[in-house]
């Protein structure tokens, strides 16, 4: 059974209409990672929640938030989309120290 | 300097063949080191945590030499099913919790 479930798995948004990727994990841990991950790069860290605190990366963008309602769950929220934000957005929680990743969902800006 | 780096490949062996993966990281405060596989437009899952005193599982052996912060993984009699990316992960606790920091992958092909 899936432990980090992500929704939806492929997504189509269009240029600029803001659209929020969903994560919840049934593993009860308590940091939860969103990644971006473009074709042949490695994940690149957005941000995390180490429980109810949010800690953003330095070069992350501000079109990108989160928000984490529970442990549960977790919500990417991407206000504007850009050309250049399609990728894979991987969800992964920990406990740590090692990291479960979800399935992915992948992006296509139109 | 990247924080953590893996030569890319492609590395394309034979089955059958012995591969080895290096790694360095950039980090002393490195916590955990981990060894991901990721297959293609699929996510990483975890293949194996690496320790000071190296660990094996099955044909996979992993090894970590803090002094020279180099992670290394070796395959043995490789199978086809081995072609896929394998990430080297290195986890560091900073002021703001735990941060994976990935690789960008070593690319493996076994041919029959």
């Known amino acids: 059974d899936a432990m980090v479930i992500q929704n939806p798995r492929y997504q189509v948004t269009q240029f600029g209409k803001p659209v929020t990727l969903s994560c919840s994990q049934t593993l009860n841990h308590n940091v939860m990672y969103w990644y971006q991950q473009k074709s042949s790069q490695a994940p690149k860290l957005l941000f995390h929640?180490?429980?109810?605190?949010?800690?953003n990366e330095a070069d992350t963008p501000d079109n990108f938030q989160s928000r984490r309602p529970n442990t549960s769950f977790c919500f990417l929220d991407i206000r504007s989309p850009g050309l250049g934000d399609a990728a894979m957005y991987l969800c992964?929680?920990?406990?740590?120290?090692?990291?479960?990743f979800g399935q992915g969902t992948r992006l296509t800006v139109v | 300097r990247k924080e953590v780096e893996q030569d890319p490949g492609p590395f394309n062996v034979p089955e059958g063949a012995t591969v080895a993966f290096n790694c360095t990281y950039s980090n002393s405060a490195s916590q955990s080191f981990f060894w991901y596989r990721q297959d293609c437009r699929k996510e990483p899952k975890l293949l194996m945590s690496?320790?000071?005193s190296g660990n094996e599982d099955g044909r996979f052996t992993a090894q970590l030499n803090r002094a020279s912060q180099y992670i290394s993984l070796l395959i043995r009699d490789s199978k086809l099913s081995d072609s896929a990316t394998y990430l080297c992960v290195v986890n560091v606790l900073g002021n703001s919790g735990y941060a994976l920091n990935f690789g960008k992958g070593t690319s493996l092909l076994v041919t029959p």
């Open positions: 929640y180490y429980d109810k605190d949010f800690n």
């Open positions: 690496v320790y000071s």
């Open positions: 992964a929680t920990s406990n740590p120290p090692e990291a479960f």
